[in-house]
T-cell receptor, first 115, second 114 residues
């Protein structure tokens, strides 16, 4: 079974600085998807970024980018120019490429932005 | 935003009572999911559906049942609620083969079992 681990329960960063959230996963499959979701205090789950394992290029969405290291099974999220609105729980998630589209989530990292 | 609603949004009930949570979508997506969120565990899959009347178990399905009689509705039932089922429940939808092929989540239901 696939597992996802986020080893940082909490992180904090100064506004306008850069922060990196860590995620590792375990799988025996070669093709899969990885995601970062954001959950602000409103509780809504918001997709931040996704990465297809067969793509070597790291995904980028505005201030959010990932460092995908397939051999190391590592998928970190970098937030540049942190803003107060980035404060939230961040979840890393894995999904198989084929078959049922079930997501396997990590435990989450709570990100605090200090003004 | 994907058209997903959950009802009720909050519910307090007593141990041993039946509870049904409803997820409704307006996107006509094939796949629907129920997750629960607990501190220290992230979200965990309870059940999912890959079409009308087609459902399967997730990793934490004990004590839960589901039904999907229409594309737009996916019901989660706790036949006899227990305190361990106090949680936040999220519904999600996705469409295989779409450009994004991504799961979108509803607003969640906070359930408290006393």
């Amino acid at each position: 079974a696939q597992t996802v681990t986020q080893s940082q329960p909490e992180m904090s960063v100064q506004e306008a600085e850069t922060v990196t959230l860590s995620c590792t996963y375990d799988t025996s499959e070669s093709d899969y998807y990885l995601f970062w979701y954001k959950q602000p205090p409103s509780r809504q789950m918001i997709l931040v970024i996704r990465q297809e394992a067969y793509k070597q290029q790291n995904a980028t969405e505005n201030r959010f980018s990932v460092n995908f290291q397939k051999a190391a099974k590592s998928f970190s999220l970098k937030i540049s120019d942190s803003q107060l609105g980035d404060a939230a729980m961040y979840f890393c998630a894995y999904r198989r490429f084929q078959g049922a589209q079930k997501l396997v989530f990590g435990q989450g990292t709570r990100l605090t932005i200090n003004p | 935003d994907a058209g997903i609603t959950q009802s009720p949004r909050h519910k307090v009930t007593e141990t041993g009572t039946p509870v049904t949570l409803r997820c409704h979508q307006t996107e006509n997506h094939r796949y629907m999911y129920w997750y629960r969120q607990d501190p220290g565990h992230g979200l965990r899959l309870i059940h999912y559906s890959y079409g009308v009347k087609d459902t399967d178990k997730g990793e934490v399905s004990d004590g839960y049942s589901v039904s999907r009689s229409k594309t737009e509705d996916f019901l989660l039932t706790l036949e006899s609620a227990t305190s361990s089922q106090t949680s936040v429940y999220f519904c999600a939808i996705s469409e295989a083969g779409s450009v994004t092929d991504t799961q979108y989540f509803g607003p969640g239901t906070r359930l408290t079992v006393l």
